[in-house]
């Protein structure tokens, strides 16, 4: 049997624990507008019985300018107790395709102290799939108190990435797509340069997953093996806005890689400076 990560749940095991107390499901679907998909409207139309939304443009710091920055601890635990959730509670992230988006709401929740949350295999469209039971009907879930415990030393920002990409120490993995990486394909963000930080490399995001669900353990290691990032030495990761780059660190802590940060404004933020250094072609 194959090495999996222990941070995944079936959809077998989620269905069998619909309804049990202290466990929470939460919809994490996010889509880039090119792709033609709603993450709430699709949620209003049909969700895992119990699921609760959670809308990563929402729940966010907006002083930055930067799309889903992570907001502040406080800020986090009040729209999180207002969807019911408590930090003790055990809590499962599903996605649309699967294991794209659904990490960076894993991530937050871990970043700010909860301990117990897992990503669900297969995203909703496997759920579909498989014929099993959806709502449409929208949970009132009563306020609870979330206690936030914000792991400081998980996040990178702009002057930590100025510092790693100078001294190249650091390894850093990008999420992007190898079109995107190399500068070849346009951000889909208006303004931004194209191509890369300096020293960085490309693990992209689609490449971690398999019909929706994460890869085993041997088969990743091999990923990051291929894309010349060394298991014994830290990372950072890094995507267009901070959402996928959480693939990779949700992966490097499925193989037991502590050593990694992520960097939240990403490329949003980099590309758009005007004395950031950039990279392009190959890494």
């Known amino acids: 049997m194959s090495e999996k990560s222990r941070y995944t749940v079936t959809p077998d095991w989620v269905e069998k624990q619909l309804g049990a107390p202290e466990f929470r499901i939460v919809d994490a679907s996010w889509y880039l507008p090119a792709q033609g998909r709603n993450g709430a409207l699709e949620y209003s139309e049909g969700?895992?019985?119990?699921?609760?939304?959670?809308?990563?443009?929402?729940?966010?710091?907006?002083?930055?300018?930067?799309?889903?920055?992570?907001?502040?601890?406080?800020?986090?635990?009040?729209?999180?107790?207002?969807?019911?959730?408590?930090?003790?509670?055990?809590?499962?992230?599903y996605d649309g395709p699967g294991f794209v988006t659904a990490p960076r709401v894993w991530w937050l929740f871990r970043v700010m102290?909860?301990?117990?949350?897992?990503?669900?295999?297969?995203?909703?469209?496997?759920?579909?799939?498989?014929?099993?039971?959806?709502?449409?009907?929208?949970?009132?879930?009563?306020?609870?108190?979330?206690?936030?415990?914000?792991?400081?030393?998980?996040?990178?920002?702009?002057?930590?990435?100025?510092?790693?990409?100078?001294?190249?120490?650091?390894?850093?993995?990008?999420?992007?797509?190898?079109?995107?990486?190399?500068g070849k394909d346009p951000e889909p963000r208006a303004g931004l340069r194209g191509g890369h930080m300096p020293g960085a490399r490309n693990v992209p995001v689609l490449t971690l997953s398999e019909n929706g669900r994460l890869k085993d353990l041997p088969a990743l290691r091999q990923l990051?093996?291929?894309?010349?990032?060394?298991?014994?030495?830290?990372?950072?990761?890094?995507c267009g806005s901070g959402v996928t780059a959480a693939a990779i660190t949700f992966a490097l802590q499925s193989l037991g890689h502590e050593e990694n940060t992520l960097f939240d404004g990403s490329w949003s933020e980099w590309g758009s400076l005007p004395d950031t250094p950039v990279a392009s072609g190959e890494a």
């Open 47 to 93: 969700h895992i019985p119990g699921a609760i939304f959670f809308d990563q443009d929402a729940i966010a710091d907006h002083s930055t300018g930067l799309p889903h920055t992570i907001p502040s601890p406080e800020a986090f635990a009040e729209a999180v107790g207002k969807l019911g959730i408590r930090e003790t509670d055990t809590i499962v992230v």
């Open 113 to 182: 102290g909860a301990e117990r949350v897992f990503v669900m295999d297969g995203g909703i469209d496997g759920w579909k799939k498989e014929g099993r039971p959806l709502e449409t009907d929208l949970p009132e879930p009563a306020p609870v108190i979330f206690t936030p415990r914000f792991a400081a030393e998980r996040v990178t920002f702009i002057a930590g990435m100025r510092g790693i990409v100078a001294e190249g120490k650091v390894q850093i993995a990008d999420a992007r797509s190898p079109g995107r990486f190399t």
């Open 224 to 238: 990051f093996a291929d894309a010349g990032i060394d298991l014994a030495r830290p990372v950072v990761t890094t």
